[in-house]
């Protein structure tokens, strides 16, 4: 097995591990039978990632990464229709065609499940979630358009795979200009888009640079999947003969940076208590931010749940500071009577073994 393919299986063993966690974190906290809808499509997204990962194995493995592309005209000519090298590569290009498929599709479940934990997070704060109906419908269509590319970029379908006479570089799956322009644009419009929802909003946090930079890596993770997808468009584009089975590689490394960003908000709880029992974090140093705001634990034997409410000036989201209900609303948005411009974070904390008892006070 080449090391590539040994890559290729190992982030997605990881993958699969991350979803997994995320998975169970969210039964511990909210219980299965209040799973919201982004819980359930990460399972599909775990469904949808090995489906990829194994597409991925095919071109290299069975089709020897050849496909439609990368010959000239004598070379189409003189292959005879009948011959094993005719049958690799239109099987290449139909796998190609299927990878497009799946990794447009695990990208955009991924994007949709970010936008619904955005739903929950931004909820009364109007125009936030403004924001975030504008990128349901972003997401919606520019899965559509990046699809409609992939499928009727060629203008007969069963070109995607014809050899000769040459169909042309829009019906080459694997090195299609449209493809990657359309997926590259489109990608990173939505995955930048994205990005400018949470980002305000930690911005004008009054927190330590420490705690900043700590939330910045989880909410900014995007940047390394626009990075990716854009290191994939060049090299396929700077080596047309064997770029697309180096960009397939690169493709399943893209869609695990995705995977990672996508769950990594919802086990950041996990990882920063793991962090503090480590001593990397003290937990004075994790409640600094939220002023006023003091908690203890204790440990019990049994579940326990404590609805805490405490307003902050410009506080992050709960889900920034305990594995709780992520839940934030504009004071201003919800009563217009009560003075202060804080934001009113309500936290919902429901772990088995650990008790969250807060102090609730008021912010300058």
Not at 4 to 32: P, W
Not at 63 to 78: I, P, S, Y
Not at 230 to 247: F, H, N, S, T
């Amino acid at each position: 097995m080449s090391s590539t393919i040994t890559e290729s299986f190992v982030l997605l063993a990881l993958g699969l591990c991350i979803i997994a966690i995320r998975t169970y974190a969210r039964f511990v906290k909210v219980g299965i039978k209040n799973f919201q809808a982004d819980d359930y499509l990460m399972l599909l997204a775990a469904i949808i990632y090995s489906l990829e990962t194994a597409t991925s194995y095919v071109v290299g493995a069975w089709w020897l990464g050849l496909a439609n592309n990368g010959m000239t005209d004598e070379q189409r000519k003189a292959l005879d229709p009948n011959s094993h090298e005719a049958y690799l590569r239109r099987s290449g290009s139909q796998t190609q065609l299927i990878g497009w498929s799946l990794y447009t599709l695990l990208l955009w479940t991924l994007k949709l499940c970010i936008t619904i934990f955005y739903s929950r997070l931004t909820n009364g704060i109007h125009h936030l979630e403004l924001r975030v109906t504008i990128a349901y419908g972003l997401i919606a269509s520019t899965y559509i358009a990046t699809e409609a590319s992939i499928l009727f970029g060629c203008s007969k379908f069963h070109k995607n795979w014809q050899i000769y006479p040459d169909p042309g570089n829009h019906c080459q799956p694997a090195v299609s200009k449209v493809d990657l322009y359309v997926t590259l644009i489109l990608n990173v419009l939505t995955d930048f888009y994205l990005l400018t929802i949470p980002l305000p909003m930690l911005w004008q946090a009054k927190l330590s640079l420490k705690t900043k930079l700590s939330l910045l890596f989880v909410l900014s993770g995007g940047v390394f999947v626009m990075m990716a997808g854009i290191l994939r468009v060049v090299i396929i584009l700077q080596d047309p003969l064997r770029g697309a089975q180096k960009a397939g590689s690169w493709a399943v490394r893209e869609t695990f940076v995705a995977v990672v960003v996508g769950n990594l908000p919802m086990i950041y709880p996990l990882i920063r208590l793991g962090c503090e029992k480590a001593g990397i974090f003290s937990r004075s140093h994790s409640t600094n931010y939220n002023r006023g705001y003091q908690e203890h634990t204790n440990v019990e034997n049994n579940k326990c749940r404590k609805k805490s409410t405490n307003k902050t000036n410009n506080s992050m989201p709960t889900f920034l500071r305990d594995d709780s209900q992520e839940y934030i609303v504009s004071e201003g948005s919800r009563s217009h009577a009560k003075h202060g411009t804080g934001i009113q974070v309500t936290t919902d904390i429901e772990l088995s073994s650990i008790e969250m008892k807060s102090s609730t006070h008021q912010g300058v």
